[in-house]
């Protein structure tokens, strides 16, 4: 877990680069964040933009 600054620093770039494009997923799919999450629950397949 010894990790440098700038790896930190690209793993939260990296998160925050997913999160958007989950969130933008979840917008083109005009649906509630709930029922998306529901579906990737108990759908049991990644969500795939």
């Known amino acids: 877990m010894n990790r440098t600054k700038r790896h930190v620093k690209a793993d939260k ?3 925050n680069a997913e999160r958007r494009a989950f969130l933008r997923f979840l917008s083109s799919q005009k649906r509630t964040p709930f029922d998306a999450i529901n579906q ?3 759908g049991n ?3 795939v933009t």
């Open 13 to 15: 770039k990296q998160q």
């Open 45 to 47: 397949r990644r969500n």
């Open 40 to 42: 990737a629950t108990f």
